[in-house]
């Protein structure tokens, strides 16, 4: 068996595309905080976590647990072999190099020099190049992802990973998720002008057309509407709690549906409270309250919008289905009591 040289390793793992290369720094976030994300993402988005775990293993790495972020990497590559069977190679660089960089970092620099060899020879493979650098529109969004992860001082670089991967793939979900997410962090901590706006609400909106069902994505388009300066502000407001109504649409375990609940309750809740409210802001607070399973509150927000507009059929449907429910339901429980009762 030959002997690995160290020096000629490292310079080996610095040629990967990977996590340990792409300059986040544990400075910039906090990491109890950003491995509770990871993991809450992980539990609500079930479709395929391999970015999630890829992140993982180098935030255990960055804690000292780098034999947790071995098994992280396990999981990635069972994600990997379960959604893209086809794609072993291509999808596994960024995996393939954070086994290497953490083999390395444990000392068993075998290992580490095999996982380098894979990714050498997959890059040879797909590009006709030995080298661990390969442009591939998924490894550009992965970093992407990553970046944006570690703090706002990545969300530009995030930002053009995200549109280099998009130059290959401009329909690609996920690609134009994280370029719609990078360019809605960026705003949020940038005073951009009414051009660079327009931008990020396209962006948003492209993202969400193709992520009907991704409720982080209607949160952030909902809340970029209700950010929108005047003239703009009445009809951005009514269509970010259109947005927000079409997350808590959503299954109640998706990732994003309460951040819809929370902000389109406050929204609607300030107006009331202003003196703005007004029949449709009740009957739209009984519609959140009634998607949220709060009936007795829905109730009563439908009884104050039909004191306000007392022919309006869609609130008096409601507000009777509503409380045809409840009296279901009590006659039910009653008829329990009385089984029970009788059997005694």
């Known amino acids: ?52 775990y890829n992140i ?8 000292n647990s780098n034999e947790e972020g071995l098994r992280n990497l396990q999981k990635a590559e069972e994600a990997i072999q379960e959604h893209h069977p086809g794609e072993i190679a291509r ?3 960024v995996t393939w190099g954070n086994y290497a960089w953490i083999y390395y970092h444990m000392q068993r620099y075998e290992e580490a020099q095999t996982y380098v060899s894979k990714v050498e020879n997959s890059c040879k493979k797909l590009s006709g190049t030995a080298l661990g650098k390969i442009q591939l529109p998924e490894v550009c969004a992965e970093q992407g992802w ?28 996920d690609f134009n998720a994280g370029y719609a997410i990078a360019m809605f962090r960026l705003e949020s901590f940038a005073r951009w002008n009414s ?31 209700q950010g929108l300066k005047r003239p703009y502000s009445q009809k951005s407001e009514s269509k970010a709690i259109e947005y ?19 902000a389109v ?53 409601a507000l009777a289905e509503l409380q045809l429910s409840i009296s279901n339901s009590q006659k039910f429980f009653c008829y329990l009591l009385f089984t029970c009762n009788s059997t005694l």
């Not at 660079?196 to 969400?208: D, G, P, W």
């Not at 927000?244 to 929370?262: F, V």
Request: with cysteine; hydrophobic share 35%.
């Open 244 to 262: 927000y109504i079409e997350g808590l649409k959503m299954e109640k375990d998706s990732y994003g549906r309460k951040q819809c609940s929370e």
């Open 56 to 63: 993982l293993s180098y935030v255990c790495h960055l804690k």
């Open 146 to 173: 990553a970046l944006l992860r570690f703090g706002r001082s990545n969300f530009e670089k995030a930002r053009n990973c995200f549109e280099n991967a998009l130059k290959s793939e401009p329909d690609n979900p």
């Open 91 to 93: 999808r596994s660089l």
């Open 265 to 317: 309750e406050k929204l609607l809740k300030q107006k009331i409270e202003s003196g703005l409210g007004h029949a449709t802001e009740f009957g739209t607070l009984g519609l959140v309250h009634k998607l949220n399973g709060k009936k007795q509150e829905a109730i009563e927000c439908y009884q104050k919008a039909i004191a306000l507009d007392p022919n309006n059929e869609e609130y008096l449907n």
């Open 195 to 225: 051009l660079e706006m327009r931008r990020c609400l396209e962006a948003l909106k492209r993202a969400v057309e193709l992520n009907p069902n991704d409720t982080t994505l209607l949160a952030l388009l909902a809340l970029h509407l």
């Open 1 to 52: 068996m030959r002997t690995i040289s160290k020096d000629s390793l490292k310079t080996s793992l610095l040629q990967l595309e990977c996590h340990f290369t792409w300059d986040l720094h544990k400075e910039d976030v906090g990491l109890e905080a950003l491995e509770e994300t990871i993991l809450d993402h992980i539990k609500f988005v079930k479709e395929c976590n391999i970015t999630d």
